[in-house]
């Protein structure tokens, strides 16, 4: 187990990643998780319930739901999922697909505040940080 953690780590660019992801106004926490597994990468600043572990889980269990439900299938060739957006009471959770040529299985967790954050600004910035992390 710990040596994949450490390999995983390795990803050029994730710590950069994340510290981009916190400079976003009204970032609370921001992780990248492996939505295969559930396996958080890297995590910085907070999580739900103080628990990286199992936000990075229930990261994985939305991810996978929405790819596998044929609701949110397009008729259009080619059209992948992008990104989800969960808003609650407090905040929004933005998870980004990182969309690669190989094996996509990361995705970029956002938790937003929602006094102190825009949504758009965070969207956009995300799609950035997604692109960066594997052009890295």
């Given at each position: 187990?710990?040596?994949?953690?450490?390999?995983?780590r390795?990803?050029?660019?994730?710590?950069?990643?994340?510290?981009e992801?916190m400079a976003?106004?009204?970032?609370?926490?921001?992780s990248?998780?492996?939505?295969?597994?559930?396996?958080?990468?890297?995590?910085?600043?907070?999580?739900?319930?103080?628990?990286?572990?199992?936000a990075?889980?229930g990261?994985?269990?939305?991810?996978?739901?929405?790819?596998?439900?044929s609701?949110?299938?397009?008729?259009?060739p080619?059209?992948?999922?992008e990104?989800?957006?969960i808003t609650?009471?407090g905040?929004?959770?933005?998870?980004?697909?990182?969309?690669?040529?190989?094996?996509s299985?990361?995705?970029?967790?956002?938790?937003?505040?929602?006094v102190?954050g825009n949504?758009?600004?965070?969207?956009?910035?995300m799609?950035?940080?997604a692109?960066?992390?594997?052009?890295?």
């Amino acid at each position: 187990g710990g040596g994949i953690a450490r390999l995983r780590r390795d990803v050029p660019g994730v710590e950069r990643c994340l510290q981009e992801a916190m400079a976003i106004p009204g970032a609370v926490g921001a992780s990248i998780v492996d939505y295969t597994t559930g396996f958080p990468v890297a995590t910085s600043g907070a999580a739900p319930n103080e628990d990286h572990e199992a936000a990075a889980a229930g990261t994985a269990d939305v991810v996978q739901a929405a790819q596998s439900r044929s609701l949110f299938v397009s008729a259009v060739p080619h059209d992948l999922l992008e990104d989800l957006i969960i808003t609650t009471a407090g905040g929004y959770h933005l998870l980004r697909l990182v969309q690669t040529d190989f094996d996509s299985r990361l995705v970029l967790y956002l938790w937003l505040d929602r006094v102190h954050g825009n949504l758009a600004v965070a969207r956009r910035r995300m799609q950035t940080l997604a692109d960066e992390l594997i052009s890295t």
